[in-house]
């Protein structure tokens, strides 16, 4: 049992370093996939999750850490989103998503220009967790505390609009303000995970531990908690069936993840069934 289950991150580095990234990750996601689930955010959230592409690509042909060029790139798009709901009578849906497919068709343009990024496309696209270094797993430390700091300073105004823009309006709090600082945990929380899992399933990260949890209990801190746990769980089961059948790690945490919510939903939907009471999340 220890040489299946527990052997495999003590006798080897880096697998221990990508467990430690995972959770990291499923800490990160945690907190700021609960303001996606419950703001409604899951459309921002994969735009934001691709939209960083061609800042990436950008970044990697300039030598540049692609971290950076993905930071540049959210906040291109998030400032894009607010110019064009701002200047026009389009809706903020229909600005992310002209600006999700632009960029994510000018990362594919760069792309196709560089015979290059052949093996640097999948590295973006599906992560390389089993090579993070002791750097990542310490900007990712950076990143969660600069979310989990955030989220604890705003979590007023934040859990109001989780409820309603007029009553953040009425309580004395800006909506736009804070939905602005509630996108930057969001792309903070993209920045720091798609070196681990890649752009393609840190959106997985983000929602399937977050909705697993929204199914189970009422409260947006225990939701917070478990969606972490629930991330940190798939991490280490989804680096453990990689290691024995050779599988390709990030999707193997996503996947993980992913049916630990349709699991969930089975057995919230029999408890339903047989008339057991389920609740809802409030604040």
Do not use: K
């Not at 580095?13 to 609960?34: D, E, I, K, Q, S």
């Not at 994510?104 to 390389?128: P, Q």
Request: aromatic share 8%.
């Amino acid at each position: 049992m220890y040489d299946a289950l527990i052997a495999p991150f003590s006798d080897n580095a880096f697998l221990f370093r990508a467990l430690l990234a995972g959770v990291l990750v499923a800490l990160v996601c945690g907190v700021a996939g609960t303001f996606v689930v419950l703001r409604g955010l899951a459309f921002v959230g994969d735009a934001l999750a691709h939209g960083v592409l061609p800042g990436i690509a950008t970044a990697l042909l300039l030598g540049l850490p692609g971290a950076v060029g993905a930071a540049v790139s959210s906040v291109i798009m998030m400032g894009g989103v607010n110019l064009i709901t701002r200047r026009s009578r389009l809706s903020g849906d229909t600005a992310i998503g002209l600006l999700f497919v632009g960029m994510l068709a000018t990362g594919v343009l760069i792309i196709s220009r560089s015979r290059s990024f052949t093996g640097d496309l999948t590295r973006i696209l599906f992560g390389e967790v089993l090579g993070v270094t002791t750097s990542d797993v310490w900007w990712q430390m950076l990143a969660l505390a600069v979310v989990a700091v955030v989220a604890w300073v705003a979590r007023r105004p934040f859990l109001l609009l989780c409820i309603d823009d007029d009553l953040t309006q009425t309580s004395g709090f800006a909506v736009r303000r804070y939905h602005a600082l509630m996108m930057g945990v969001i792309a903070v929380t993209v920045v720091a995970s798609f070196q681990t899992v890649g752009t393609l399933l840190v959106f997985g990260m983000l929602i399937a531990p977050a909705a697993t949890a929204a199914l189970v209990v009422r409260r947006v801190g225990h939701m917070m908690a478990v969606a972490a746990a629930v991330g940190s769980v798939s991490s280490y089961v989804g680096l453990l069936l990689s290691y024995h059948f050779d599988l390709a790690a990030g999707a193997s945490i996503v996947v993980t993840a992913v049916v630990v919510f349709l699991l969930t939903l089975l057995v919230v939907e029999l408890r339903r069934a047989t008339g057991s009471p389920t609740g809802a999340v409030v604040p």
